[in-house]
């Protein structure tokens, strides 16, 4: 079982950047697959960027509404993913949250608590 601790959200104005990190317990970090989803006011919770497990080269899937000003990375030696948002809008404001697998599941079964991020306009 891993446990995840989210941290580095914050109010922001729009066009400005913030990074989101998660902080995972265990010893076998780089075996899961990590996520980064979010949950808008209204609306359903969503997935923001995946990327893969691993040692060294990973893949990476963003979302339409945040391809080209998010980023995900993660350092194993840290055990943390990373959620890098630049050119933040209005409507990126929701509660982010940082999940893991095992690559095999489909689902994902291990969630942190979230971390708030508001863009004001």
């Known amino acids: 079982q891993v446990q995840l601790v989210e941290s580095g959200g914050g109010l922001v104005q729009a066009g400005g950047s913030l990074r989101l990190s998660c902080a995972a317990s265990?010893?076998?970090?780089?075996?899961?697959?990590m996520g980064w989803f979010r949950q808008r006011p209204g609306k359903e919770r969503e997935l923001v960027a995946r990327?893969?497990?691993?040692?060294?080269?990973?893949?990476?899937y963003y979302a339409d509404s945040v391809k080209g000003r998010f980023t995900i990375s993660r350092d194993n030696a840290k055990n943390t993913v990373y959620l890098q948002m630049n050119s933040l809008k209005p409507e990126d404001t929701a509660v982010y949250y940082c999940?893991?697998?095992?690559?095999?599941?489909?689902?994902?079964?291990?969630w942190g608590q979230g971390t708030q991020v508001t863009v004001s306009s």
């Open positions: 999940a893991a697998k095992i690559p095999a599941m489909s689902e994902y079964p291990y």
């Open positions: 265990g010893r076998t970090f780089n075996s899961y697959a």
């Open positions: 990327i893969s497990s691993g040692s060294s080269t990973y893949s990476a």
